[in-house]
């Protein structure tokens, strides 16, 4: 499986995948770290980010296959990350089990995290994710995390994001997917636990009413026969 990332920056997209994604075996590819290294192999240009631009708006299709081939696409693997539709159509037309995964944050813990450009990367960034014709990359989302949120809360979501993914087949032949182990369906246990509960003890309560009803009734009798 591959799986994208998106989001803006200070979201926590690295963070994530190093610290959840790569604990369940998934492969981390690295965008900043991947084509340096295929643009000094390919061209022994030092300058990647500047070549990359014009692989992209000359061939799109062909930079993006090119980075493709530079990894391992038998493992389960994640790319951090994708930035546009265009580049997010290519990828799924090639690989049938990729899904885009965007991480969200609060703009105050974002702005904690901010580097001193990224405010103003964020603005291109965002227009990149229209750089097709009526259409938005996170129109594209398969499933998103909070990058606010802790890695324990987030580890559990990402568990039932595989499940998912596992049951997505049955899913679209509309099948209804439960998670078993989810807090929503431990806590809704917990509340029909705790309505059979309420019933016992008003019950019991009916019960105790009764008896002292009756053992009033016993003591009048009692008095009377004296």
């Known amino acids: 499986m591959l799986i994208a990332l998106t989001g803006l920056h200070g979201v926590g997209k690295s963070y994530f995948a190093n610290n959840i994604m790569a604990k369940y075996g998934f492969k981390i590819y690295n965008k900043k770290e ?28 062909k930079v993006t296959t090119l980075m493709l081939s530079y990894i391992n696409l038998n493992e389960n693997i994640v790319i951090d990350s994708v930035h546009s539709p265009l580049e997010w159509n290519i990828i799924s ?3 049938e089990d990729a ?11 974002r702005m904690q995290r901010r580097k001193k450009d990224d405010k103003e990367k964020d603005v291109k960034r965002i227009n990149h994710w229209h ?21 324990e809360i987030n580890e559990q979501l990402f568990i039932e994001f595989l499940e998912y993914v596992k049951n997505k087949e049955n899913i679209l032949s509309g099948e209804c997917m439960s998670y078993t182990d989810s807090p929503i369906n431990k806590l809704n246990e917990l509340m029909k636990e705790n309505s059979m509960l309420r019933k016992k003890l008003v ?11 009756k053992l009033n009734d016993d003591k009048q009798e009692g008095k009377s026969e004296r």
Do not use: H
């Open 34 to 61: 991947l084509l340096p290294y295929i643009c000094k192999c390919t061209t022994g240009r030092e300058d990647w980010r500047q070549w990359y631009r014009e692989e992209f708006e000359r061939d799109a299709e």
């Open 99 to 109: 899904e885009l995964v965007g991480i969200i944050a609060p703009e105050p813990i």
């Open 93 to 95: 037309s090639k690989i």
């Open 203 to 213: 019950q019991a309560e009916q019960i105790l009413n009764e008896f002292e009803v």
């Open 131 to 151: 750089n097709v014709e009526d259409e938005c990359l996170m129109s594209n989302l398969d499933w998103v995390f909070n990058g606010g949120a802790s890695l």
